[in-house]
């Protein structure tokens, strides 16, 4: 038992396959075989209408819109000259500008650390006096900082230079 009016047959030239599950193309509304469907199998006369790119400036992130014929290049290029709306002196402001003054380091933090000693401006690894070799050493270091030199010199080393690293403890801690 046949079925005449099931299926469509395949409006490729080539194909004329009689498909079961017909498809549309969008451009052309003609009816295809699952092998001929898109618009580049079977040269769609209307597949312009479907591959539509429209560019977007890399500077202001707009849609620019190409006519057809025009090379999308020069018509974004045109627009960069002369419709651009980006504005670089309203560019966003840096944040890391406070540059670390120890020699040879190239680090920038947000915010200004300020030595207490020498008042010169250093990023987080450089903060600490022994960190960037402190020249201005006038002023005592505090309590807390005598302390935990103590700590990592008693670790590091005993007996002798432990007695000589106390005097000096005894020596900075005086007012």
Not at 29 to 45: A, I, M, Q, T
Request: glycine share 4%.
């Amino acid at each position: 038992m046949e079925f005449p009016d099931l299926g469509k047959h395949c409006s490729e030239k080539t194909c004329k396959q009689l498909d079961f599950l017909p498809l549309e193309c969008d451009g052309c509304n003609k009816v295809f075989c699952k092998d001929h469907h898109k618009s580049s199998r079977h040269k769609c006369s209307a597949a312009y209408k479907k591959d539509v790119q429209v560019p977007v400036c890399p500077l202001c992130w707009a849609p620019v819109p190409v006519g057809r014929g025009e090379i999308a290049d020069i018509v974004v290029g045109k627009h960069m000259d002369d419709d651009c709306k980006h504005n670089p002196a309203k560019e966003k402001p840096k944040i890391f500008i406070h540059r670390c003054s120890k020699e040879g380091c190239k680090k920038k933090e947000m915010l200004k650390l300020v030595c207490e000693q020498c008042q010169d401006n250093f990023c987080i690894k450089h903060r600490h006096p022994l960190d960037h070799n402190c020249k201005h050493r006038d002023h005592p270091i505090s309590k807390a900082g005598c302390a935990a030199i103590m700590r990592a010199s008693e670790s590091k080393s005993s007996g002798a230079s432990n007695k000589l690293s106390s005097s000096w403890l005894a020596q900075q801690l005086r007012y």
